[in-house]
Structure formats: C-alpha cells, structure tokens
C-alpha cells in the first residue's frame, strides 16, 4: 500500500508530500539505509527525461520531506547522495515485515505460536495494497526490484505461519 514511515514508538509520522516527494522517499526507504547517489534518485524521479535543474530539484524534494515529516529521516547532501535514516528511530512498513519475517522464521520450532502470530502481522501488513502504488514498474529498476522483495516476504511469511501451524497440530 502507500508508503508509511512509523518512529520507534509505534507513532505514524505524517504523510510524505505526495508526487515526486513521496518517490522520492520511496526510493530511498528501498535501499534498506544505503545511499542513492543524485544521479540514481535523478533517474528514479525522471526516468525518461530529467530537467536540467534536476539536481536542484531533487535537493528542494528533501527539503520539503524533511520539513513535513523530520529533518532527520533523510540524511545526506547533494554531493554525496542520501539515505533514508532507517534504524531506531525511524522504519518503514517494509523494514517491520522484515523483522517480523525474520522472528517468524526464528520462532518456527520453538515458539510455533509466538511465530504463528509474526507471520499473521506480517501478512495482514502485506494485504493493504502492493508496495509503490500508482509507480509503474517500468518507469525504474528499483522499482521491479521491490516488488519482488515484497513477494518474497509474503512467500516466506506463508511458508513460516503453514510451518508454525503445523507445529500448533493445526
């Protein structure tokens, strides 16, 4: 579904600004924290024909994120590129289906229904929509790329809840 970015608390920060903004944001929560050069986020947000400002542009989108949602979530500067602030503080949707991924996937055979319930989290976070709503797949590589990372998750969250109930003799 759209994208939400939650602070540790469990608290849901206000939307991203919507249009290239919130691609913008997108773009760089997919990459897990890793910086995404200019150039990268410049093909992300104009795949076919960037402005000559495109630079400047991209620089304004962070500026406008960073003052609707936290200074601090994006982290970086035109030269060296930027990175979504993940960790602690803040998290994607995505990075707590990965977590709850992860602790299904743990919890398997010795808490089949600690891991039961991880899996259901997960999946029912997973059922709001497909990830990067109204972004056509074509438009960008990344894209495509986590389309499938989210497929992926779901696949391995199925296979954790039918492992776990198999364990609750379900």
């Known amino acids: 579904g759209p994208l939400s970015i939650g602070r540790s608390d469990g608290s849901v920060l206000p939307p991203v600004p919507a249009g290239r903004a919130s691609l913008l944001v997108a773009r760089l929560a997919a990459t897990g924290g890793n910086t995404v050069s ?3 986020l410049v093909d992300a947000l104009w795949p076919d024909d960037p402005p ?3 630079v400047r542009t991209v620089a ?3 500026s406008r994120v960073r003052s609707a949602i936290g200074a601090d979530v994006i982290i970086g500067s035109q030269a ?3 990175r979504f602030n993940s960790g602690p503080s803040w998290s ?13 996937q743990a919890r398997t055979s010795a808490a089949a229904a600690l891991a039961a319930s991880a ?3 997960g999946l029912t976070m997973l059922a709001r929509g497909e990830p990067l709503p109204g972004v056509q797949q074509s438009d960008a ?10 497929d992926g998750l779901r ?11 198999m364990g609750l003799g379900r």
């Open 38 to 40: 200019t150039d990268a």
């Open 119 to 121: 899996a259901r989290r």
């Open 52 to 54: 000559a400002s495109a």
């Open 80 to 82: 060296g590129g930027y």
């Open 92 to 104: 994607t949707d995505i990075a707590v289906v990965e977590r709850l991924v992860a602790e299904a």
């Open 141 to 150: 590589d990344w894209v495509g790329e986590c389309v499938r990372h989210v």
């Open 155 to 165: 696949r391995r969250l199925r296979r954790a809840l039918w492992l776990a109930d």
């Open 60 to 62: 304004a989108l962070v």
